[in-house]
């Protein structure tokens, strides 16, 4: 089911140009490795969510986790019902930052993911919490776009690729290891089973080694 327009809304780049741009500052939306490796300044951070979506491992990574004969799979967003839930961080990105941001996230983010912008909800109480942040998404369209696969399917590929940015198992222990830290009371329930698939094949390749 597609998401309801009033909860999300998309704007291409031009339009952020013209708009987020004229804010003092605007927020940048983590959902996968955004959560613990943000190599890019911000002054403030917000764990939250988006409504509309749900976080699966259906994107291929051929550089960062992976590499072109050997692409390893992360996480990117699908449409879904306006109830369902993504927890991550949102970072605020002060206006003076915002171009050289944008273009390192765009480099970082270049094997399928595109700028969308969405609303946002957090729990906390503080001052200049943002309404609305900006995500990156990879669709089904794109090149690199995997699509669904078993959980078992899915954790027989992480555990064997690795890119420039470490090794594929690495990033799902990681996200699961956040996930659990900044929203304990959410199963993610894709997450953490191919959490334990990947537990399950690193056990048994263990055993194999001893």
Same mark, same amino acid.
């Given at each position: 089911?597609?998401?309801?327009?009033?909860?999300?809304?998309?704007?291409?780049?031009?339009?952020? !140009?013209?708009?987020? /741009?004229?804010?003092?500052?605007?927020?940048?939306?983590?959902?996968?490795?955004?959560?613990?490796?943000?190599?890019?300044? %911000?002054? /403030?951070?917000?764990?939250?969510?988006?409504?509309?979506? =749900?976080?699966? %491992?259906?994107?291929? !990574?051929?550089?960062?986790?992976?590499?072109?004969?050997?692409?390893?799979?992360?996480?990117?967003?699908?449409?879904?019902?306006?109830? !369902?839930?993504?927890?991550?961080?949102?970072?605020?990105?002060?206006?003076?930052?915002?171009?050289?941001?944008?273009?390192?996230?765009?480099?970082?983010?270049?094997?399928?993911? =595109?700028?969308?912008?969405?609303? %946002?909800?957090?729990? =906390?109480?503080?001052?200049?919490?943002?309404?609305?942040?900006?995500?990156?998404?990879?669709?089904?369209?794109?090149?690199?776009?995997?699509?669904?696969?078993?959980?078992?399917?899915?954790? !027989?590929?992480?555990?064997?690729?690795?890119? =420039?940015?470490?090794?594929?198992?690495?990033?799902?222990? /990681?996200?699961?290891?956040?996930?659990?830290?900044?929203?304990?009371?959410?199963?993610? /329930?894709?997450?953490?089973?191919?959490?334990?698939?990947?537990?399950?094949?690193?056990?048994?390749?263990?055993?194999?080694?001893?």
């Amino acid at each position: 089911m597609k998401p309801d327009k009033s909860e999300n809304s998309h704007i291409n780049d031009n339009e952020l !140009s013209n708009d987020l /741009k004229n804010h003092n500052m605007f927020w940048i939306f983590g959902y996968g490795s955004l959560i613990w490796k943000t190599n890019f300044p %911000f002054i /403030k951070k917000h764990p939250g969510y988006i409504k509309g979506y =749900t976080r699966r %491992f259906y994107q291929f !990574s051929p550089d960062h986790r992976g590499t072109n004969d050997l692409p390893g799979r992360v996480v990117t967003l699908l449409p879904s019902t306006n109830e !369902s839930r993504v927890w991550g961080i949102a970072y605020a990105i002060e206006n003076r930052d915002i171009d050289n941001v944008c273009a390192g996230l765009d480099l970082r983010e270049q094997a399928g993911y =595109t700028k969308k912008v969405v609303q %946002f909800h957090t729990k =906390t109480n503080e001052n200049q919490v943002p309404s609305e942040v900006t995500v990156y998404i990879a669709d089904e369209n794109n090149e690199w776009f995997a699509g669904e696969a078993s959980i078992q399917q899915i954790a !027989s590929r992480i555990a064997v690729c690795s890119g =420039t940015s470490g090794s594929n198992p690495e990033y799902v222990h /990681k996200l699961a290891a956040e996930m659990r830290r900044i929203a304990p009371e959410e199963d993610d /329930k894709h997450l953490f089973e191919l959490e334990l698939a990947l537990k399950s094949i690193e056990n048994k390749k263990g055993k194999q080694i001893l």
